[in-house]
Nanobody, 122 residues
Framework: VQLVESGGGLARAGGSLRLSCAASGLTFNSYTMGWFRQAPGKEREFVAR????????YYADSVKGRFTISRDNAKITVNLQMNSLKPEDTAVYYC????????????????WGQGTQVTVSS
């Protein structure tokens, strides 16, 4: 299984970035796909997930209303649109895949991408 993230970079506070994750080697619509992030000196935390083929979405309170997760089962990708960015959104963002719909504990995630850096300046 491979998860390859792209789209990270530098943005100003209030700006936007779009992350993408291309998946291979798994039955994509059987997996819940999501995003976690890890800031320096902090634990990896849940950001958003989209449940298997049903498409139900869940968000961390800190990003609700600003971030939108989506998936394209035909293109085997999952995206994270990040708007109204804040400096506290600065972190390495990881794409995740899990057979369970309850992907909110990083210890239980089946597969990880390599991560992409997002830096938000004030």
């Amino acid at each position: 299984v491979q998860l390859v993230e792209s789209g990270g970079g530098l943005a100003r506070a209030g700006g936007s970035l779009r992350l993408s994750c291309a998946a291979s080697g798994l039955t994509f619509n059987s997996y819940t796909m999501g995003w976690f992030r890890q800031a320096p000196g902090k634990e990896r935390e849940f950001v958003a997930r989209i449940v298997r083929s049903a498409g139900t979405t869940y968000y961390a309170d800190s990003v609700k209303g600003r971030f939108t997760i989506s998936r394209d089962n035909a293109k085997i990708t999952v995206n994270l649109q990040m708007n109204s960015l804040k400096p506290e959104d600065t972190a390495v963002y990881y794409c995740a895949a899990d057979r369970s719909p309850f992907m909110d504990d990083p210890r239980n995630v089946d597969y990880w991408g390599q991560g992409t850096q997002v830096t938000v300046s004030s």
